[in-house]
């Protein structure tokens, strides 16, 4: 892999100071004695021993079969301890996967705007790539027909997030099912990068996981965002095909020996807890969703989006006079931070789109703060505009 800027550097170093953050996509954070309080308080006392006692050996390629049968438990019948390999975190999930499936000889699918590593990691791995540009009129939604439209001979790979960062949306059951007929037609894997669901506004919107829905899908998840364990550093692939999941251990490898202990034992705490931790952070994201709704209803002058169902981020457009770079700097001086365009592509795309974060408790006061500088700024931006 050839050394490539990682697209958030610039927005890091700009909001160094920003004691508002409207930028992170996580929900909720726990703390770690959180989880011990909510594993004592359902008389799980051996798990919080383990914490406190364990051995700090090497933990199994692919994470110790107790946290697997815990993941596992999130699936369907297709999907056991075995179809499941550990990560220390989702993003080395996403370049392991595209290492272990495609070379120079092949060609893959992306899309964008995106999280860079969804969007880079089969670049990364050596592939060929399309990149397919998503749109705010077509709701930010996957068209299928591009999508056969870009496929080769060598294609052996599509990468797509579902729910969508930056903007929260999500595909449809018709689309999910097209796109997978697509791919079993040309004997393409999926990778779904499903790091927000099960943060779905509403329940009722969830997609089947990628790995339950398709032999040749696989599903990325992470305790960072859902439980907001960002901390905790462990994610996962769940596959069905038991021959790839060998080949992605193996070249897991050659990355990192193992995830830790401590935080497998903090991840089974966690999704011991998870029926808990998702009914509260979801209370939360309504509730600032509803305040986001009003924000934009106030303010429709100069801010639209395509509303989201899911997760803890929106993807926003901002009508007045200047960029979102331009816009991201200036908040960033009133203590702001806001994600630009420039963090989910590297063409000059939608530069007036900057995503925005509610997942996290203290957001109502970081919207306030954006309130203020809208109500200090929008003479001006009136006055540049007309
Ligand atoms: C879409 C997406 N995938 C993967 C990741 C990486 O997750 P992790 O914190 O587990 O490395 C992120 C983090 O922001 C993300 O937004």
């Not at 697209?7 to 954070?29: D, G, I, Y």
Request: charged share 25%; glycine share 6%; aromatic share 10%.
């Amino acid at each position: 892999m050839t050394y490539r800027e990682p697209w958030s550097k610039k927005h890091k170093r700009v909001t160094a100071n920003t004691p508002f953050n409207l930028s992170n996509s996580f929900a909720e954070p726990l703390t770690s004695d959180e989880l011990i309080r909510l594993s004592l308080e359902r008389g799980d006392k051996d798990i919080v021993e383990q914490y406190q006692h364990h051995i700090l050996t090497y933990t199994p390629n692919g994470g110790s079969l107790d946290l697997r049968e815990e993941i596992a438990g999130l699936y369907g019948p297709a999907i056991g301890p075995e179809n499941i390999v550990v990560f220390p975190g989702a993003q080395v999930a996403l370049q392991t996967a595209a290492n272990a499936i495609v070379d120079e000889n092949c060609h893959s699918i992306v899309f964008t705007p995106a999280y860079q590593s969804v969007q880079q990691a089969p670049l990364h791995a050596g592939s060929e790539i399309t990149k397919i540009r998503l749109d705010p009129e077509s709701g930010w939604q996957i068209d299928p027909d591009q999508v056969e439209a870009a496929i080769k001979p060598n294609t052996k790979y599509m990468v797509f997030n579902e729910p969508f960062n930056p903007a929260g949306t999500l595909m449809s059951h018709k689309s999910q099912a097209c796109l997978k007929d697509i791919a079993e037609k040309n004997g393409i894997y999926i990778l779904s990068d499903e790091v927000y669901r099960l943060l779905e506004h509403d329940e009722k919107d969830r997609l089947p996981a990628m790995a339950d829905f398709y032999d040749k899908g696989i599903s990325a998840v992470t305790l960072s965002k859902p439980w907001g364990g960002c901390g905790i550093t462990i994610g996962w692939l769940a596959m069905q095909d038991l021959d790839l999941k060998q080949k992605i251990i193996d070249t897991m490898y050659f990355a990192t020996a193992c995830p830790s202990r401590a935080s497998e034992i903090q991840a089974i705490m966690t999704l011991r807890a998870s029926d808990y931790i998702l009914e509260r952070n979801l209370k939360i994201i309504r509730h600032n969703v509803a305040l986001l709704d009003q924000f934009v209803e106030k303010y429709r002058e100069f801010f639209e989006w395509v509303r989201p169902v899911a997760g803890a981020i929106a993807y926003m457009k901002f009508k007045g006079p200047l960029s979102s770079e331009e816009l991201g700097e200036q908040l960033a001086e009133h203590g702001i931070s806001i994600k630009p365009a420039y963090v989910f592509s590297d063409e000059k795309l939608y530069t007036d789109y900057f995503r925005i974060g509610y997942g996290e408790a203290i957001m109502p006061k970081a919207l306030d703060a954006l309130i203020r500088f809208v109500e200090d700024h929008q003479k001006e931006w009136r006055s540049q505009l007309s």
